[in-house]
């Protein structure tokens, strides 16, 4: 068994084993790591082989912290393959993360597995929970079983009949090619969105890499889809076509066209293209926790389980410490600034 890092003629295989995984996510994906090197981030990505097969791959990604510090993260990773997964490939896969983290005086390595938490799940005590960066709860649609008049008729009636109304006032659906003017669009319909909601969103820059860097050499995988009425955009939503699943990413709507019911219409054209190019899941990407009706994200959740599907939760990110001393510095930290926004 040997671990390697990826270099540029690696790119095929790597997707190859992503996408074969039940584990693999785009944010694994090559084009993912691209992103996240013009973003300004330092990258690795790591395969680990056993009797000349690909068993796990590890895309890590650098987050400078103060001080000349830093953390490496996993975006829903590491990928592995788990008919071949035993404790020994873990441990060789830390002990070169580790290396790499010296190196880079990062204080601990952040990962963020895709597996289903199940109840008794235990966590290694080797690994620190440490919140959620990407969601932790989210809705999961299956589509493989279900043509799209079955899929309409397990819907919550009052999503079903704003999926109607919409049709029937006129709006209109079309996929964009991220020309920069749609771009525009988009991002426009996402700060007036971000304002009236009171939420943070990214640098323009941030959605242009993701709708072109992100996408290359992966049939179109990550797409915008805008909503029009009367050839005017009042609505659109960033879709992701990764492997066998769809997730929803990123939404925008016009408040004074809210009675159009254009982000109904505009998830139900996510859902058919996902149909189309043989997705067997949408992924509505993010939803309150169980139990919890006045979470911040309440609202929102009601509609994306008004679609139907499952909602699941995954074990959140996990931190492994490299430095326990500076580990406790940056605990200690992040506990006095969420008491100051308190």
């Not at 989210?138 to 999503?159: E, F, R, S, V, W």
């Not at 254009?262 to 139900?268: D, I, K, S, V």
């Not at 008004?306 to 992040?334: E, H, K, M």
Request: net charge positive; glycine share 6%; aromatic share 12%.
């Amino acid at each position: 068994m040997e671990i390697i890092k990826a270099k540029a003629k690696d790119k095929n295989r790597w997707n190859k084993f992503v996408v074969q995984s039940d584990l693999g996510s785009f944010l694994q994906s090559w084009q993912w790591g691209e992103l996240q090197k013009a973003e300004g981030h330092k990258i690795w990505r790591l395969i680990i082989i056993d009797k000349n097969q690909i068993v796990a791959t590890a895309l890590l990604i650098k987050h400078n912290l103060p001080f000349g510090r830093s953390y490496l993260y996993s975006p829903r990773g590491p990928v592995l393959g788990i008919r071949n997964w035993n404790l020994k490939i873990g441990q060789d896969l830390l002990v070169e993360i580790n290396k790499t983290g010296r190196q880079e005086k990062a204080i601990f390595l952040r990962i963020d597995p895709k597996e289903i938490l199940k109840p008794g799940m235990k966590i290694p005590k080797i690994f620190q929970p440490a919140g959620q960066v990407q969601p932790q709860n989210t809705q999961i649609l299956d589509l493989a079983d279900y043509t799209p008049d079955q899929l309409l008729a397990q819907m919550h009636p009052k999503n079903r009949y704003n999926i109607r109304l919409a049709n029937k006032k006129g709006v209109k659906i079309r996929i964009s090619s991220a020309s920069a003017a749609d771009i525009n669009i988009f991002y426009q319909l996402l700060s007036e969105t971000s304002q009236r909601n009171k939420i943070k969103i990214f640098p323009k820059k941030h959605y242009q890499d993701l709708l072109t860097i992100a996408s290359q050499d992966s049939g179109d995988s990550i797409k915008l889809l805008i909503a029009e009425f009367k050839h005017q955009p009042i609505a659109a939503i960033i879709v992701s076509f990764f492997a066998d699943q769809a997730c929803y990413l990123h939404g925008a709507s016009s408040y004074p066209h809210r009675n159009l019911m254009a982000p109904h219409l505009l998830q139900w054209a996510a859902i058919l293209e996902a149909k189309r190019r043989g997705c067997r899941q949408y992924d509505f990407w993010g939803i309150a926790p169980s139990g919890q009706p006045r979470h911040q994200w309440a609202g929102v959740s009601r509609f994306k389980k008004g679609f139907g599907g499952q909602s699941i939760t995954y074990p959140g990110c996990l931190d492994f410490p490299f430095q326990p001393f500076w580990y406790r510095v940056y605990q200690a930290v992040n506990f006095i600034k969420k008491q100051i926004k308190i």
